[in-house]
């Protein structure tokens, strides 16, 4: 198992170099010059040339690369071109209100869907079944913005129980944190507990024909018992799957609803990065992301060998 | 057993008053800081406003720095800093003497020297700034309050230099910070301003917070544009960046911010509606568009089919297309704004008449055969997205065979500084727009600079006779000389040269909670004299 998990941490060193590598030559491939942006609409070729050359964007592509290269492996992500500001300071000025969200989303996600699954399986055919199928569908179906909008004018505007925008972290005390948390993730939420409910339905269907699951009905177990410890649990590992599929997709997902809900996070911080071409954030946020990645799906995999005994590595 | 019970309940009470600050529901100590928020239009990225010529950059400028002049709300330049001034009789040395009270945020005392430093490094990067260092013999400090500027020749436009409003704005910074490269940032933001800025609650991409320079000396005239006393009636000013339109007017309405710089226009409709927000435009000299042609490359490099240009354009339809409510635009043919005392009507009839036969006649003898016309459009800018596909349909009307290309607006800055031929990779049309500050004259509008390829802005117009009249403009110090030249310069570009064409003008409003007072007539966004009420 220690070797299975190591070897899979060494594995992620040649993913992060392609990474790397393919981010580096994209961005710097890719038209756009943040020198231009710096100088502004009004600036003389000559100031932007100059400007250019104190940024160290004459370089030669491979010197600029190398140059990189060097930074991180002394653990320097590098240096906004615009704010001058360190990439792993803007990265920790940001990290906090998209983890909270992430985990806030994952949590409801996880809370709902699970249990929606699982009753939709248990009456399947029957009105609650497709009542939950058709929330499902319609929460695949409806953009996280157009939701956010709605629950922005109802619960903020119309309401006022929660602020239209902005994100108080946690320090600055619980509630505030839950007041501007709480509208983002049920809105990103919607769309996972759609997807997990989907799953968790469909594998507790499989499960609930088994032999199994029969002579468990035939001890007299009561429905609790059956449905939690003896049928979720064998239909758990396709469940874990999807959620560890939903934490990735959730990078992409956090960009609409921080922009929407006005929440300073990762995303919002590499679509302003890519909009002016700020070349160490882009880089920088990217390696992160993708590190992410490969964590999670790591601890998704080590999770199977709780959940099913059969795994072994 | 009563004593134990009221033991418990005093037990419980202690803990449920307790539970509400151990889950961060307590509002803690009372707080008299007052809070003024505001969306701006932008991110704040950078700090340094000669580095950049960005407006947010500029508008953080003025928050942070003072001007040695300022621009009032007529256009009149006034002292700032500085206290006395002096022109010799034959108008070659000003002299100039800093006013009293005037402290760095450091707490240093603000020197002659500091200013000196100031004007130099501006006068490197701004065009208005290098122009005057053109006709500037010595610029030196005197003793620590007083520093003298002198001419090489006379030159009419060293206080509307020094005193220029818009971008690069010559803020006054320390010595040791003004002896930076110009095309380096400052290492430090240390202002005399009005505000300080508090750099470690800035979160690029967010928020920006100032606080209330205590030491400031606000000057005793009322606040009037840029000029005037800059009095501060709040502790803090906190800048809130919030990029999507729906989520800054929800915040406006829900009172979560006091004060939207760029309302989109399309939600104007939706905030006169609200009871609790007021509308007003405060920019009188609006936003000017403009198509700029390639003069290097056919067909825009012969002088017809620019001409062309004027008679396809009709500026109701683009105005329409980018603003759409008749009470924020106007129609408007002069190069140097209308409503300005450089609006011209010479020449204006091409622009003015809307007859696309003209056009078609004027690209038949320009010798247009079908080319292909490459034009660039950005379409991450609402503005300028509307009116390139304004212009490309304008174009097919008369005839042009035009190939819209699509791209962001940082792909569409750095091709546009490409000089090659459209079908290698050039371009022939792109749009941009001027805010009425930076487009008043004929040194601050770069648009119309006659350069060429050396010194002209992207698009590189040639014609020398346009920058002698814009040298002659610059030397001149009578307003009625200056008038006349303005005429016979707005001729020459309409009748020869079309740097670009003028596709409208209009005028950006500004909302507000209502209760909030003092809200200045400025092409800057300013937040000083503006209060709120208790009520």
């Not at chain 1, 049920?186 to 002579?215: C, F, K, N, Q």
């Not at chain 2, 990067?125 to 053109?134: N, S, V």
Request: proline share 6%; net charge negative; hydrophobic share 45%.
């Amino acid at each position: 198992m220690y070797a299975y998990i190591a070897r899979r941490l060494l594995a992620t060193l040649p993913v992060m170099a392609v990474v790397g590598i393919a981010v580096f030559l994209l961005l710097h491939l890719t038209p756009g010059d943040p020198a231009v942006v710096i100088a502004g609409d009004y600036a003389r070729p000559e100031d932007i040339e100059k400007i250019r050359e104190n940024l160290g964007l004459n370089e030669p592509l491979h010197v600029q690369f190398f140059s990189w290269v060097g930074a991180l492996l002394s653990g320097d992500l590098g240096t906004s071109i615009f704010s001058n500001l360190p990439v792993a300071k803007l990265i920790g000025q940001r990290l906090e209100p998209t983890l909270a969200l992430a985990i806030a989303t994952i949590i409801f996600a996880i809370l709902v869907a699970v249990p929606m699954g699982v009753i939709a399986a248990w009456r399947a055919g029957t009105l609650t079944d497709r009542v939950i199928m058709v929330f499902a569908v319609l929460g695949f179906s409806v953009p996280v913005f157009v939701i956010g909008y709605a629950m922005m004018w109802l619960f903020s505007i119309t309401l006022g129980w929660f602020p239209v925008q902005g994100y108080k972290p946690i320090g600055e005390g619980f509630w505030p944190f839950l007041r501007s948390i709480t509208l983002p993730t049920v809105a990103l939420g919607i769309i996972y507990v759609a997807l997990i409910a989907r799953i968790t339905r469909a594998s507790m269907l499989e499960v609930l024909t088994e032999d199994y699951m029969r002579t468990a009905r035939a001890k007299g177990l009561d429905n609790n018992a059956l449905l939690i410890r003896h049928a979720l649990r064998n239909a758990s590992v396709p469940i874990v799957t999807i959620i560890g599929i939903g934490i990735a997709l959730l990078i992409g997902g956090v960009v609409v609803t921080e922009s929407v809900f006005n929440i300073p996070g990762l995303g919002r911080l590499t679509i302003d990065a890519v909009l002016r071409r700020d070349y160490p954030i882009i880089q920088g946020v990217i390696l992160i992301f993708s590190g992410a990645y490969v964590i999670v799906n790591l601890v998704i995999d080590l999770s199977y060998t709780v959940l099913d005994p059969r795994i072994r590595y | 057993m009563p004593r134990l019970l009221t033991a418990t309940r005093r037990a419980a009470l202690a803990a449920l008053a307790a539970a509400p600050m151990a889950l961060g529901l307590g509002v803690g100590p009372a707080s008299a800081e007052s809070v003024l928020r505001i969306v701006p239009h932008a991110d704040l990225k950078n700090l340094d406003p000669i580095w950049t010529t960005a407006y947010i950059t500029r508008n953080h400028g003025y928050m942070v720095y003072d001007t040695l002049f300022a621009q009032d709300d007529k256009l009149n330049i006034h002292p700032q800093m500085v206290g006395d001034y002096s022109v010799s009789d034959d108008g070659l040395v000003y002299t100039f003497t800093l006013r009293d009270g005037l402290k760095w945020h450091d707490g240093d005392p603000v020197k002659a020297e500091d200013c000196v430093a100031s004007i130099k490094r501006w006068g490197q990067k701004d065009g208005m700034g290098q122009k005057l260092m053109d006709f500037t013999k010595e610029l030196k400090a005197v003793d620590d309050k007083t520093f003298t500027l002198t001419l090489n020749e006379p030159y009419g436009l060293v206080l509307d230099s020094i005193g220029k409003i818009s971008s690069n704005t010559p803020f006054m910074m320390k010595k040791e910070h003004a002896e930076t490269d110009p095309n380096q940032q400052v290492p430090e933001v240390v202002g005399s301003g009005p505000f300080r800025f508090v750099k470690e609650e800035w979160v690029p991409g967010a928020k920006v917070v100032y606080a209330k320079n205590e030491d400031y000396v606000p000057r005793s005239e009322p606040a009037s544009g840029a000029a005037g006393g800059k009095v501060v009636h709040f502790d803090r000013v906190e800048w809130i960046y919030i990029p999507d339109p729906a989520t800054a007017m929800n915040a406006l309405i829900n009172g979560e911010v006091d004060l939207w710089e760029t309302p989109a226009v399309d939600m104007v409709q939706l905030l006169e509606q609200d009871e609790n927000v007021e509308l007003a435009v405060i920019d009188p000299l609006g936003t000017q568009g403009w198509l700029r042609p390639n003069h290097l490359h056919p067909p825009f490099d012969n002088p017809k089919a620019r001409q062309a240009l004027l008679y396809a354009v009709n500026q109701e339809v683009y105005l329409q297309a980018i603003v759409g409510d008749p009470k924020l635009y106007k129609e408007c043919a002069a190069y140097f704004i209308c409503g300005t005392p450089n609006e011209s009507d010479v020449g204006v009839e091409a622009l003015q008449s809307h007859d696309p036969e003209m056009a078609k006649q004027l690209l038949a003898e320009a010798g247009y055969k079908g080319e292909k016309i490459i034009l660039m459009q950005s379409t991450d800018i609402p503005v300028l997205n509307a009116a390139a596909l304004v212009t490309a349909q304008v174009l097919r009307d008369v005839g042009m065979d035009v190939e819209v290309q699509a791209m962001d607006w940082s792909t569409l800055t750095s091709r546009r500084a490409e000089k090659k031929s459209p079908a290698d990779g050039g371009w022939n049309i792109f749009h941009t727009y001027a805010t009425g500050a930076d487009a008043t004259s004929p040194i601050a509008n770069i648009g119309v600079s006659g350069g060429g390829v050396d010194r002209a802005w992207f698009g590189w117009p040639t014609d020398e006779k346009t920058e002698m009249l814009r040298d002659d403009f610059a030397r001149e110090a009578d307003p009625m000389k200056k008038k006349a030249i303005i005429d016979e310069l707005q001729g020459r570009l309409f009748d020869h040269v079309v740097p670009y064409v003028n596709y409208g003008q209009w005028f950006q409003p500004v909302a507000w909670r209502k209760g909030l007072k003092g809200v200045l007539v400025s092409p800057v966004p300013f937040f000083w004299n503006i209060s709120k009420d208790s009520g």
